[in-house]
């Protein structure tokens, strides 16, 4: 009898960091669950923390596919009696984490960046960023950082990371590179950064931004405009820019890439020939998308106020599916092939398990539990302080939702700042600032997750020029705020 044959596909070794992340996961997870009580943490709260810590380690190598680590709530949660269909005490329906807006509002984004790629638009309009800005490796990583950096400013961080991506894939494709290639990494990974470090610079940069001013103004009844917004954020976005070019540039060592002479580029778009009709509409809808997502709080939702980026986002890839570009044909903008082919379903159940993770360490009281446990803050010097409050904050962001951690340390730190005698001002930017410096998971922000699904970057891709870019933004930020930012604001 012949003996049963693996498929080719099937032969490769499971790597031994995903076996070790498979059973530590498990030991780990077992083991909180099972230790006495945590002072302070509701019981609850410790199957939660548990749960977490599992996602965390198999997210991290990669134990079992990372969009199955997502789905994880759905199955323990129901069964360590901490939340499932029904709405419990918590207030928390799982499933519906995974319908959550951003998750909506990406599945649209997806959609419109597979109706680019249908009609050949991406290599047009990589061509011509390609040749604005030069053809070295190191100035095409800086045009994409910094176009992403100003876009950032204006419309949340998650959109102008979803407009970047498709036109950097692009360009990867354009120049040969592959995912092994440093440059290919290096340009991917640039996209979400600075998208993160230009939503800092202003108040609309992004929703935790707005929350958290909110909260401040509601805490201490004292208003925080744009501008004072502006005087804070940007000092820190402006240095935080060439960090980033500068560690991923030498991590990935793209001066080494080789990616031909300009003259190459002149010759591929005298290739491509005019535009067809359905690149041009596929052009004329891009434009209106980005004038919309740019102006849509004082325009649309002026007249439909219930309209936000996620409807502006599932609209523009729906109305692909009636703009006709050939009637008799039969042929339209968007298939639905083409599109179910376009969607990352690995990213699209990974920002849900997010998520549901950040509102279950919302509910359960274990955002508050790390945060109550930072009363030793009040011995220490104002700038060591900040450091402090810097680094767990930001290590916290990278396994919760930058909105959960800016709402459940606010109240406290305010408290805390209100009693010890310090301006509670200072404290709070830098819980609301840091909160938004998630650079080590896919699951730290959705432009993390965007970009992870690209395909172009691994896990550990991320968590190796993340590290590096936490360690200098825990120094960087407080340190940018208190000698930048303190002297041009009347708020510190």
Not at 148 to 176: E, F, W
Not at 185 to 196: C, E, G, N, R, T
Not at 223 to 229: D, I, L, R
Not at 250 to 277: C, Q, W, Y
Request: charged residues 10%.
């Amino acid at each position: 009898m012949s003996q049963l044959q693996t498929p080719p596909d099937q032969k490769a070794a499971y790597p031994r960091y995903k076996l070790i992340g498979l059973f530590l996961g498990i030991l780990v997870f077992a083991v909180i669950l099972l230790i006495p009580s945590l002072p302070g943490l509701p019981r609850v709260g410790q199957s939660v923390l548990a749960l977490v810590a599992l996602m965390v380690v198999w997210w991290v190598t990669e134990a079992i596919p990372i969009g199955m680590t997502a789905l994880l709530p759905l199955v323990l949660c129901p069964i360590l009696g901490i939340a499932g269909k029904k709405v419990t005490e918590l207030d928390i329906n799982l499933y519906t984490s995974y319908a959550d807006p951003s998750v909506m509002m990406c599945l649209g984004i997806f959609m419109f960046s597979a109706c680019i790629v249908k009609w050949g638009l991406h290599k047009r309009i990589a061509l011509h960023v390609v040749k604005l800005v030069g053809g070295k490796p190191t100035r095409i990583i800086l045009g994409f950082l910094l176009a992403t950096t100003v876009i950032s400013m204006c419309i949340s961080n998650t959109t102008a990371t979803a407009m970047m991506l498709p036109l950097a894939a692009a360009l990867v494709m354009q120049l040969g590179l592959t995912m092994q290639d440093g440059m290919a990494k290096a340009l991917v990974l640039a996209i979400p950064y600075d998208a993160s470090a230009g939503g800092l610079a202003t108040l609309i940069g992004s929703g935790t931004n707005v929350s958290g001013v909110a909260l401040m103004q509601e805490l201490s009844g004292q208003e925080v405009t744009f501008f004072e917004w502006l005087k804070i954020g940007l000092p820190v976005t402006i240095v935080l820019m060439p960090v980033i070019w500068l560690i991923l540039c030498k991590l990935f060592k793209v001066k080494e890439t080789k990616v031909g002479d300009s003259s190459v580029i002149d010759d591929e778009l005298s290739a491509l020939g005019p535009m067809s009709r359905g690149e041009k509409m596929v052009l004329v809808i891009f434009i209106l998308a980005m004038l919309t997502f740019m102006t849509r709080k004082y325009t649309i939702s002026a007249l439909f106020p219930l309209v936000t980026d996620e409807t502006v986002a599932v609209i523009m890839g729906l109305i692909l599916f009636v703009i006709p570009v050939d009637l008799k044909s039969g042929v339209f903008l968007l298939d639905i092939k083409t599109a179910i082919n376009g969607i990352s379903w690995n990213t699209f159940l990974l920002l849900g398990g997010a998520t549901c993770m950040g509102q279950l360490m919302s509910k359960t009281g274990i955002a508050e539990w790390i945060a109550d446990g930072m009363g030793f803050l009040s011995s220490m010097p104002t700038i060591v302080m900040l450091l402090v409050l810097g680094t767990i904050v930001m290590l916290l962001t990278e396994v919760c939702t930058n909105l959960v951690v800016a709402v459940a340390f606010l109240p406290m730190i305010y408290g805390l700042a209100v009693t010890l005698g310090f301006n509670p001002f200072l404290m709070m930017f830098v819980v609301t600032l840091g909160a938004g410096c998630a650079w080590m998971m896919p699951t730290g922000t959705p432009p993390n997750a965007l970009a992870f699904g690209t395909g172009y970057i691994e896990i550990k891709d991320m968590v190796r020029a993340g590290l590096i870019l936490k360690v200098c933004t825990i120094i960087l930020l407080p340190v940018a705020m208190y000698l930048i930012s303190m002297p041009l604001t009347s708020l510190f």
